[in-house]
């Protein structure tokens, strides 16, 4: 087993994990019970690409989402040409 990066103890070790597992369990997990793991699956990845990713603006990429930051950064081959 590794170790993390950073020392044991520091503050911004884990930070950004800790809180997309907090999103995701108070958005998904304890909304409902899910019969099966199929279910469970669709309900996490669907959130993660309708919600988190198109929705959530982001201080590190300047109070863009995700998806806005790509579309600028790296434009369709249609539209460089």
Known sequence: MTGSMGRV???GDN???ESFFGL???NVLNR???TT???LRIAIVTWIER???RRRRQRSLSR?????FETIMHPPAS???
């Open 9 to 11: 103890g520091a503050a």
């Open 15 to 17: 930070a950004a994990m």
């Open 24 to 26: 995701l369990q108070n």
């Open 32 to 34: 409902r019970s899910w």
């Open 37 to 39: 793991r199929q279910q």
């Open 51 to 53: 919600t988190y990713h």
């Open 64 to 68: 863009l989402t995700p998806i806005e």
């Open 79 to 81: 539209q460089a040409a």
